[in-house]
């Protein structure tokens, strides 16, 4: 889960905090002793290849992950889209899930989410060895939290990172 701030206020989607989603992103998947699927992530609608027009068909495959900053915009045109989309089809879009609920009335989304699938490649190796090479991969580490929210700000569990707060 990503922020903005303590505060939970501005956009989340900027050049520079989508630079950092990326870079930390990158962490994960370079890891070499577990394998990794980006299911759903900023940094796929972003930074991916494919069709401008449909960003949840963008491919990270070829992507090198050097997590450029992006040309505001390039960040404006898919945001619009999202937009576009959301208040369309309300929480049926399959954008919905990975901006604030009053993204289509705003235009502005604080919090996002990502979905990475780390997985065991090592034998003897279980998932909760893959969870916690993941979370200590991280500078400064993160903690696993369950059944936490990321909308839930009353206890900010939430690293600094960059221009972002993440959990």
């Known amino acids: 889960y990503y922020k903005t701030d303590v ?3 501005g956009m989340i989607f900027t050049p520079e905090r989508l630079q950092e989603m990326c870079k930390l992103e990158r962490i994960v998947v370079d890891q070499q002793d577990f394998g990794v699927n980006v299911v759903v992530s900023p940094v796929r609608l972003f ?8 960003p949840l068909k963008r491919t990270l ?3 090198d992950w050097a997590c450029e900053v992006l040309p505001q915009a390039s960040v404006d045109a898919t945001v619009g889209i999202m937009l576009q989309d959301v208040q369309a089809s309300g929480p049926e879009s399959p954008y919905a899930g990975l901006v604030h609920p009053s993204f289509p009335d705003s235009g502005q989304s604080a919090v996002t989410m990502s979905v990475l699938h780390a997985f065991a490649t090592k034998k003897g190796w279980d998932r909760a060895t893959v969870m916690d090479e993941v979370f200590a991969s991280f500078d400064p580490p993160l903690e696993f939290g369950f059944l936490k929210s990321a909308y839930q700000v009353d206890d900010d569990r939430f690293a600094a990172r960059g221009a972002l707060r993440v959990r």
């Open 7 to 9: 505060d939970v206020t």
């Open 47 to 54: 930074y991916g290849a494919g069709a401008p027009s449909s």
């Open 61 to 63: 495959q070829d992507y």
